[in-house]
């Protein structure tokens, strides 16, 4: 399968598996998560491989088996209720979820709206085209069309260096902008080392990665100011990293060990 077609495909389940019903999140503290005796916790599932849709219609991937150790570490119910990038940080804030553990890379602009945890996971994002495209610095991206999906990282980063005369083009999803790049449409995108690596897999030697735009932590995400609540999930990370669980997990799904600056919480 495509990468185009094996993204879109999630994108798909995942809003198939958003038509779910999920019990009203509202707990504010741990001991009120396990008086209610469940945790709503929003993820991706179009980001593989943090978060997909897998082969039974359900949520899975990286992301998904830290919410169930979290879960765990509560004694409740698990309830996964699938987000996307733009509307991840709305869902914590309305309450429709009570923590996001849905690759929310930490940023200040993010730190304004939520709270994060020490980080569990992280990536490198990239300029990354067309090995017929010259691009080395920020400079180079005058008079290009980059392609990014819409209110990621990776939209930030871009728009944060894009000289005037850079043509960003915003799409809903990772799986739109990859099939914008694959097409033609754009020569350039801006993409995770996770999703390069599925690019490349799937069309060996018709791309190279320009540039580096930012090393990301992705931290567990919950409202302003639950404290107590933070504390405890600070605590269950410290806790699976020094177990090597949460790096089991990663070397799973990830393919290899936990960054350096995820493992000593930089």
Do not use: C
Not at 142 to 151: D, L, S, T
């Amino acid at each position: 399968m495509s990468i185009v077609k094996k993204l879109a495909g999630l994108a798909l389940g995942a809003a198939m598996v958003a038509g779910a019903t999920f019990s009203t999140a509202s707990a504010q503290t741990v001991d009120e998560i396990k008086q209610r005796g469940s945790v709503n916790i929003g993820l991706l599932v179009d980001f593989p491989p943090f978060g997909i849709i897998n082969e039974q219609g359900q949520p899975d991937g990286y992301d998904a088996d830290v919410a169930k150790l979290l879960a765990e570490d509560f004694g409740v119910t698990l309830n996964l209720v699938p987000v996307t990038g733009p509307n991840r940080i709305p869902y914590l804030l309305s309450n429709q979820v009570d923590i996001l553990v849905a690759s929310l890379g930490v940023t200040p602009e993010r730190a304004e709206q939520v709270d994060f945890s020490e980080p569990y996971a992280g990536i490198e994002i990239f300029v990354f085209g067309d090995t017929g495209t010259e691009v080395a610095e920020a400079a180079d991206l005058a008079g290009k069309n980059v392609g990014v999906a819409r209110a990621s990282t990776q939209d930030t980063s871009i728009t944060e260096i894009a000289p005037e005369g850079t043509n960003i083009q915003r799409f809903d999803d990772d799986a739109s902008a990859v099939q914008a790049l694959l097409s033609g449409q754009v020569p350039l995108m801006g993409a995770s080392n996770v999703v390069i690596s599925q690019i490349e897999a799937a069309a060996p030697g018709r791309f190279d990665t320009k540039f580096s735009l930012r090393r990301q932590s992705q931290g567990i995400a919950t409202r302003p100011g639950q404290t107590e609540l933070m504390e405890a999930i600070n605590d269950f990370l410290a806790r699976k990293k020094e177990s090597g669980e949460l790096n089991a997990l990663h070397e799973q799904w990830v393919g290899g060990p936990l960054p350096e600056f995820v493992v000593e919480g930089e």
